[in-house]
Each structure stands twice: as C-alpha cells, then as structure tokens.
C-alpha cells in the first residue's frame, strides 16, 4: 500500500492559487519593481507591526499545546525587528502616529479569535506569515537594498539569523507539519484556515493599494 502524501505538500498544493494571487498583487508589484518610494514600503512595515504583535501574542497561549508548542520557536519573533525597522523608517515616537488599516484590524481579529484559541487554527496562521516571509520575504529585502540602498536597519525584518539555514529550517518546518496527528478532517480545517490567512493578507495588499500613490516615485 503507498504511503499517504506528506500533509506539507497537501497543504502547500492547496493553497497554492491564493498564495500566488496575494503575491501578484498590485502593491506588491510597485514595491517589487522600484516605483513605490521608502514611504509606501513604511506603510507595509506599520501593518506587518501590527499583524505580527497579534501573532506573537497569541503564540504565548499555544506555547504548552502539544501540537501548536513545537511551532513556537522564539527565533522567529519579528517585533522586535519591526519596532526597530520603524523607528530607522518613521523616526522617534512612530508609536504614536500609526493605526491599522482597516483590513488589518479584521486579519488581527481573526489571529486573536481563531489563532488564539484553535491549535490547528494558530499553525495555519503561523504558516502563512513566517514561512512566506523567510522565503519571499528574501526577494523583499534584496529589493530595498537595490532601490534604496537599505540592508540593515529598516529591513531587519527580513534578517532570520537566529534559525540557522533556511533551508534546513524549511525541511524541520515541513517535518512539524507531518507529525502534527491531524485527522482528515481536522487537515481539512488547517488548509481551509491557511487560505483564509493568505485572503486576509491579500486584503492588506488590496487597501495598500488604494492608497499608494501617493508613494509612487515620481
């Protein structure tokens, strides 16, 4: 009898459409190809502030469960480079002069109230948000290095020096996944969180947007 497939290439195939369209959106476009200005960028890292604040918090309630705790690895924890990145980005005091988008506050509302409460709900999240940044997250960075010339503060969210390879950690990632225990039904919940994760990040991108030209570079 073959062996069932690997629940992180179910997982990865499953959610590979709504990956790909929060990747080609439009704001992620102008970042990606030098016309939106450092100012645009500062608007992804204020959400990012946000989203992350959310997740790290929640990942203290999960930090015991036997399925959801492996996943907690506090190498990981981006606010402290976000709090670092805005304050090179907006100056002393950006704390006071920030709020969320609108879309943000829904994604934040579902960390806390899915992710917070739901194993299964808190991997997916957790998934979608740090795997997709060591790995996109790359392609980011070496993009403000080239158009604005930053590669130390005011990207350090980029930086995951405390997981030792990528690559490695990738592959320990994809095995957490596997040993999860999950029942069929129960994957089916993760994958179908995992795609709301990516729609509520792609709403992010989508209100960007809709306010990004005033960033564009001339």
């Known amino acids: ?56 918090e929640v990942s203290e309630a999960m930090r015991t469960d036997p399925v959801a705790g492996p996943f907690v690895i506090d190498g990981l924890r981006r606010v402290p480079a976000l709090t670092e990145d805005l304050g090179f980005l907006l100056g002393p005091g950006w704390e006071g002069r920030v709020a969320p988008k609108a879309a943000t506050d829904r994604y934040c509302e579902r960390l806390r109230n899915v992710a917070g409460s739901w194993p299964g709900g808190f991997v997916a999240h957790h998934y979608t948000r740090y795997l997709g940044d060591i790995s996109g997250g790359q392609v980011i960075r070496a993009k403000l290095r080239t158009f604005h010339g930053i590669d130390g503060p005011g990207a350090t969210f980029y930086v995951f020096d405390r997981i030792g390879s990528p690559a490695e950690f990738r592959r320990r990632y994809r095995t957490l996944l596997d040993s999860a225990g999950w029942d069929q039904s129960e994957r089916a919940q993760v994958i179908a969180e995992t795609r709301r994760a990516f729609e509520l990040n792609e709403a992010v991108f989508s209100e960007l947007a809709d306010g990004m030209q005033k960033h564009l570079v001339a």
């Open 1 to 56: 009898m073959a062996e069932p497939e690997r629940f992180s290439n179910v997982l990865r195939a499953a959610t590979r459409q709504v990956h790909e369209r929060a990747e080609g959106a439009a704001f992620i476009g102008k970042l990606m190809s030098g016309e939106l200005a450092l100012a645009g960028f500062a608007e992804l890292a204020v959400q990012h502030y946000f989203i992350y604040t959310a997740l790290e």
